[in-house]
């Protein structure tokens, strides 16, 4: 771990300290539960994603986008719910409506994950003047991806957003982007 890693720990992710064992114990048949959560969407995103593949292949597509967004909207709203679940442990979770927190939280926010998305870049062989191209380590890259998005969650926390919300900005920013793409006026700029 780097002295930037460290000081990061140090000042962003020191969980309160206690020694009440029914907050240790409280907390660790919470995180047992979650645990089984997910294992019950794990198995539900397999089956959804069959599905998907059934109605993709049969031309279905209008009906697998309306199954998507739903779900997708769920899983979203899951994992937002899981990651202000996290900062209410580590005693951190902002409220929206805090301007000054708000402020000083999304700083703070933006640094770590700007700091763990250079973690990712250390994981994929980019210098150009070198020979080697892609991903050193899949299961490294991954787990540096997932500390990134946990800084994306709490960003969207903070702004209040939901999964629906979420959805929508992607999906007009998508729009937007393949318009763009057939502009030549944007290409030629």
């Given at each position: 771990?780097?002295e930037?890693d460290?000081?990061?720990e140090q000042a962003?992710?020191?969980?309160p300290?206690?020694?009440d ?7 660790k ?7 089984e ?5 794990a ?6 994603a069959?599905?998907?593949v059934?109605l993709?292949?049969?031309g ?8 998507l ?25 902002v409220?929206?409506a805090?301007?000054?927190a708000?402020?000083t939280?999304?700083r ?5 994950a ?9 994981e994929?062989?980019?210098k150009p003047?070198k ?8 299961d490294k ?6 500390d990134?998005?946990h ?5 969207y926390l903070a702004?209040g957003i ?14 937007e982007n393949?318009?763009?793409n057939?502009?030549?006026?944007y290409?030629?700029?």
């Amino acid at each position: 771990m780097s002295e930037r890693d460290d000081l990061t720990e140090q000042a962003f992710h020191q969980p309160p300290v206690t020694n009440d064992k029914v907050t240790i114990a409280t907390l660790k048949r919470e995180l047992r539960e979650a645990r089984e959560l997910l294992v019950v969407r794990a198995d539900h995103a397999g089956r959804l994603a069959d599905e998907l593949v059934a109605l993709r292949a049969g031309g279905n597509t209008s009906g697998a986008v309306q199954i998507l967004s739903h779900n997708a909207e769920t899983g979203l709203d899951f994992m937002l719910g899981l990651q202000g679940d996290l900062e209410d442990v580590w005693g951190r979770r902002v409220d929206p409506a805090d301007p000054e927190a708000v402020s000083t939280y999304v700083r703070e926010v933006v640094l770590c994950a700007e700091d763990e998305l250079h973690e990712v870049l250390a994981e994929v062989h980019w210098k150009p003047w070198k020979d080697s191209r892609g991903i050193k380590d899949r299961d490294k890259y991954r787990e540096e991806m997932a500390d990134v998005l946990h800084f994306v969650l709490d960003l969207y926390l903070a702004g209040g957003i939901t999964g629906r919300e979420i959805i929508a900005d992607y999906l007009a920013k998508n729009n937007e982007n393949l318009g763009r793409n057939k502009s030549a006026e944007y290409r030629a700029s």
